[in-house]
């Protein structure tokens, strides 16, 4: 069987946490994770785009990097990439097929990232990495990913209430599960104002964590405003390149390609990580983070392009917290103007409060939100396990919101429509790799 067909077939495509089966397929495979070097990542959002700033950092200072991320939008050799290179699908094809055989010869039923994480870590040691960015899939304690021993920084990102049948039902007992990939006298970074950060210090201290708080950094209008202590380390102010000004409180305003405010808090967690991993034998300088901060990129996260004359904002939001970030850009960028979104996710999602917050202007510190007559929104049933059915999305809509809905099955179509000022596509990152996979002109 071709890759694909193996990890989307009934038998491997579900979620089954727990350890013992990854344990047992690495170890037949010589556990390569143990001689590679870990950035490890988890929480609810900001996973991906931190990973991408790290990535870009990383790359640009010359370091062979490794990352692992999910879910993919086209392809799963996405997930597996080397020096922002993706997997062959070669090599792909004859790693997945070797992890299988062992599977199937050693009766331990991996699941499908399961066997992606073990394909991971075999590519990563082949290709002799000098780091790897991995990011969790789910959870953190009993990720598949948490197998890894000694990692050179973990951070966590925001927290938020997701996946409460399998994490929690409260911030703090999913902060807790997060907290999981915290190691035993290992630096763990995340933001002060982190909704779990009372907790994620609590479970650091337990294990003697080094821990590393810190605080967003201001975005806006195409830049990051960085102090000195963000921006050059233990460096002096002297040190500074000299292309940069610097303001008399010691700040300097350097470009930065990730949109939306929300962005100052991934950019602060993987400059925090910098300064530590320069601790650890890196050499990362000033330079090389500026020029990675005006070139990253992380698709379909606030993308916007243009389309035949048409504005298409494309954002993988699903999840209330992903809203209400998509929300507050819109209105900051797009207030008074009438647009369009096609919508699509998972049955699993809190989609009722996604779309409050997406048809409605101006929600930021408001605990009603009461819909835009200047706003519509598409439903798109996108053909995916466990996509959400239109009838089960619309009957458990609020009623005031129902006029603003429909449901398209031509949502390619819909996309350049002249009636709006913007047309948004948004919702499950499976539903946005389908729609545009073949998509005719894009450049993704």
Same mark, same amino acid.
């Given at each position: 069987?071709?890759a694909?067909?193996?990890?989307?077939?009934?038998?491997?495509?579900?979620?089954?946490?727990?350890?013992?089966?990854?344990?047992?397929?690495? &170890?037949?495979?010589?556990?390569?994770?143990?001689?590679?070097?870990?950035?490890?990542?988890a929480?609810?959002?900001?996973?991906?785009?931190?990973?991408?700033?790290? &990535?870009?950092?990383?790359?640009?200072?010359?370091?062979?990097?490794?990352?692992?991320?999910?879910?993919?939008?086209?392809?799963?050799?996405?997930?597996?990439?080397?020096?922002?290179?993706?997997?062959?699908?070669?090599?792909?094809?004859?790693?997945?097929?070797?992890?299988?055989?062992?599977?199937k010869?050693?009766?331990?039923?991996?699941?499908?990232?399961?066997?992606?994480?073990?394909?991971?870590?075999?590519?990563?040691?082949?290709?002799?990495? @000098?780091?790897?960015?991995?990011?969790?899939?789910?959870?953190?304690?009993?990720?598949?990913?948490?197998?890894?021993?000694?990692?050179?920084?973990?951070i966590?990102?925001?927290?938020?209430?997701?996946?409460? &049948?399998?994490?929690?039902?409260?911030?703090?007992?999913?902060?807790?599960?997060?907290?999981?990939?915290?190691?035993?006298?290992?630096?763990?970074?995340?933001?002060?104002?982190?909704?779990?950060?009372?907790?994620?210090?609590?479970?650091?201290l337990?294990?003697?964590?080094?821990?590393?708080?810190?605080?967003?950094?201001?975005?806006?209008?195409?830049?990051?405003?960085?102090?000195?202590?963000?921006?050059?380390?233990?460096t002096?102010?002297?040190?500074?390149?000299?292309?940069?000004?610097?303001?008399?409180?010691?700040?300097?305003?350097?470009k930065?390609?990730?949109?939306?405010?929300?962005?100052?808090?991934?950019?602060?967690?993987?400059?925090?990580?910098?300064?530590?991993?320069?601790?650890?034998?890196?050499?990362?300088?000033?330079?090389?983070i500026?020029?990675?901060?005006?070139?990253?990129?992380?698709?379909?996260?606030l993308?916007?392009?243009?389309?035949?004359?048409?504005?298409?904002?494309?954002?993988?939001?699903?999840?209330?917290?992903?809203?209400?970030?998509?929300?507050?850009?819109?209105?900051?960028?797009?207030?008074?103007?009438?647009?369009?979104?096609?919508?699509?996710?998972?049955?699993?999602? @809190?989609?009722?409060?996604?779309?409050?917050?997406?048809?409605?202007?101006?929600?930021?510190?408001? @605990?009603?939100?009461?819909?835009?007559?200047?706003?519509?929104?598409?439903?798109?049933?996108? @053909?995916?396990?466990?996509?959400?059915?239109? &009838?089960?999305?619309?009957?458990?809509?609020?009623?005031?919101?129902?006029?603003?809905?429909?449901?398209?099955?031509?949502?390619?179509?819909?996309?350049?429509?002249?009636?709006?000022?913007?047309?948004?596509?948004?919702?499950?990152?499976?539903?946005?790799?389908?729609?545009?996979?073949?998509?005719?002109?894009?450049?993704?």
């Open positions: 069987m071709r694909e067909e193996i990890l989307t077939s009934a038998g491997k495509f579900h979620i089954e946490l727990g350890l013992t089966r990854i344990l047992k397929i690495l &170890e037949l495979l010589g556990n390569p994770q143990k001689d590679l070097k870990f950035i490890h990542v929480g609810s959002n900001g996973k991906g785009s931190t990973c991408a700033i790290l &990535e870009e950092i990383l790359v640009k200072a010359g370091y062979k990097t490794g990352k692992f991320t999910s879910p993919h939008l086209f392809s799963y050799t996405e997930r597996i990439t080397v020096n922002k290179h993706p997997i062959s699908d070669l090599d792909f094809e004859t790693i997945i097929n070797k992890i299988v055989e062992l599977d010869k050693n009766n331990i039923e991996l699941t499908e990232f399961e066997i992606l994480t073990a394909a991971g870590f075999l590519y990563f040691k082949e290709k002799a990495c @000098d780091i790897v960015i991995l990011e969790v899939g789910l959870g953190g304690r009993l990720d598949s990913t948490n197998v890894i021993e000694n990692p050179l920084v973990s966590i990102t925001s927290i938020s209430l997701e996946h409460k &049948e399998r994490l929690g039902d409260t911030i703090e007992k999913i902060a807790k599960e997060k907290a999981g990939i915290i190691k035993k006298g290992r630096p763990v970074v995340f933001l002060e104002e982190n909704r779990g950060c009372k907790i994620l210090e609590d479970e650091a337990k294990k003697d964590g080094i821990i590393f708080k810190t605080k967003a950094i201001s975005v806006k209008n195409g830049c990051a405003i960085l102090s000195l202590p963000h921006y050059t380390g233990k002096t102010l002297s040190d500074v390149i000299d292309d940069i000004s610097i303001s008399k409180s010691a700040a300097v305003s350097v930065f390609n990730l949109k939306g405010k929300h962005q100052g808090e991934n950019l602060a967690l993987a400059l925090k990580t910098v300064e530590i991993l320069n601790t650890k034998g890196f050499k990362i300088d000033q330079k090389t500026m020029g990675a901060l005006e070139t990253v990129r992380w698709k379909f996260r993308d916007e392009i243009n389309y035949n004359g048409n504005k298409i904002l494309i954002d993988s939001c699903h999840n209330p917290d992903g809203a209400r970030v998509l929300s507050n850009y819109l209105n900051e960028n797009y207030k008074g103007k009438k647009i369009k979104f096609i919508f699509g996710c998972l049955k699993n999602k @809190d989609y009722g409060e996604v779309l409050e917050y997406l048809l409605s202007s101006d929600t930021e510190g408001k @605990d009603v939100k009461k819909p835009d007559i200047q706003r519509k929104l598409f439903f798109y049933e996108f @053909d995916y396990p466990n996509a959400l059915k239109y &009838e089960d999305f619309i009957k458990n809509i609020r009623a005031d919101f129902k006029p603003l809905i429909e449901k398209t099955d031509y949502p390619k179509i819909g996309i350049t429509g002249k009636d709006f000022d913007l047309t948004v596509v948004c919702g499950s990152i499976y539903m946005l790799g389908l729609l545009f996979k073949d998509f005719p002109d894009f450049n993704f």
